[in-house]
């Protein structure tokens, strides 16, 4: 299997704070589910970060991570730090102090991150960076997807959407995800990436490029600034996930401008898709969270057994920038998704018609063929 090194960017990472203690269905108790099997005594515990900056997380992680490790009769212990650091380290001294084998961790910010890491390490449990790659941490694998390509699907999707309505010059703005969030910095390798060529031929503009922090409020402010810095002469925009478009398409919205003015988006939320349904955003990268999860529950059984199977399950690595060390990583594949493909989430599982197919984008949904 050809094995891809990605230097990740080098990021001053500051506290990311992160959200709810969580139950399953809420996000304010935990979640343990063990087998009748020996095994089960081995624990495998695992810290979401939050439950604000991306549905997926309560929604798709935590179920599909679940069901994994309680498939494999291992007992998981699933938390969620509710986009706070205090309570990120609460959690992380707790499953060291309940004994957990493997800790995977989706870190709020790399200094809390290594810190929680090291923690473990001297404890003898083994840990994993899930979607996000701590740096300076001692994770023994990282599970995620391609981050930059990613972003790359996002620049190339606006230019084909503007493609489509023609624009062979055109104004474009990005919304950019939390600076404090490595994999912020890896999307806009990615789309800055892509759309470079049509910036530096002077066929695009960057007329603006500001943080909507993963916030939808703070993007709808962001970009309504821009937009008024610029009297309305907007023509697409990179928004780096789903949430922050949904505040961007507030203010196109109310300038009678949403579905004309392209807009990019990721994680193929349930809000996000009903944009792409109804046209007003232009498409969302579809990260099949099954597959993550699914890639790093068969890696945290593998480590459990400790039977050196682990390394067979990594198709690349990445470097930490700050020690400088490759970590071993297992990538899933993400796919852009319009109108033209919009039954891909669908047919994977990830959502349903019922959660996206309401009644205001019923007759939209039955013109695609969703139903």
């Not at 990615?190 to 060529?197: D, Q, S, T």
């Not at 004309?260 to 193929?268: C, I, L």
């Amino acid at each position: 299997m050809r094995m891809r090194n990605i230097a990740v960017a080098g990021l001053a990472v500051l506290p990311l704070i992160l959200a709810g203690c969580g139950g399953s269905s809420n996000n304010n108790s935990s979640s343990s589910s063990s087998s009748s099997k020996p095994a089960a005594a081995k624990k495998v515990g695992v810290i979401l970060p939050d439950a604000a900056t991306s549905p997926r997380w309560e929604n798709n992680d935590r179920p599909a991570l679940d069901k994994a490790i309680k498939a494999a009769g291992y007992t998981a212990i699933i938390q969620n730090a509710s986009k706070a650091v205090s309570k990120f380290t609460q959690l992380c001294d707790s499953m060291i102090n309940q004994g957990v084998t493997v800790l995977m961790i989706v870190n709020l910010d790399s200094n809390s991150g290594a810190a929680c890491e090291k923690k473990a390490l001297d404890a003898g449990i083994k840990s994993i960076d899930y979607d996000r790659l701590t740096l300076g941490g001692s994770a023994s694998y990282y599970v995620s997807f391609d981050n930059v390509q990613v972003g790359k699907l996002m620049g190339d999707g606006l230019t084909a959407c503007l493609d489509a309505d023609k624009k062979a010059k055109a104004n474009i703005v990005y919304i950019n995800g939390d600076p404090t969030d490595n994999n912020a910095a890896l999307f806009k390798n990615g789309y800055a990436g892509a759309l470079k060529p049509k910036i530096d031929s002077g066929a695009y503009k960057l007329v603006g490029d500001q943080t909507g922090l993963w916030d939808a409020t703070k993007a709808q402010q962001a970009f309504e600034q821009i937009f008024t810095q610029n009297n309305g002469k907007v023509d697409g925009v990179v928004s780096a996930n789903d949430t922050m478009a949904g505040g961007i398409v507030t203010v196109l919205n109310n300038n009678k401008l949403a579905g004309k003015v392209p807009v990019t988006g990721q994680d193929a939320s349930d809000e996000g898709l009903q944009r792409v349904i109804a046209g007003t955003q232009c498409g969302t990268v579809f990260k099949d969270v099954n597959l993550e999860a699914d890639a790093a529950a068969k890696l945290a059984i593998a480590m459990v057994k400790n039977d050196g199977s682990a390394d067979a399950l990594a198709n690349g690595s990445v470097q930490d920038t700050q020690t400088k060390k490759d970590v071993k990583s297992v990538f899933a594949t993400p796919v852009w998704v319009t109108q033209a493909n919009i039954k891909a989430p669908f047919d994977a599982g990830y959502t349903t018609t019922a959660k996206v197919c309401t009644a205001p984008f019923k007759a939209a949904c039955t013109k695609l063929g969703l139903s």
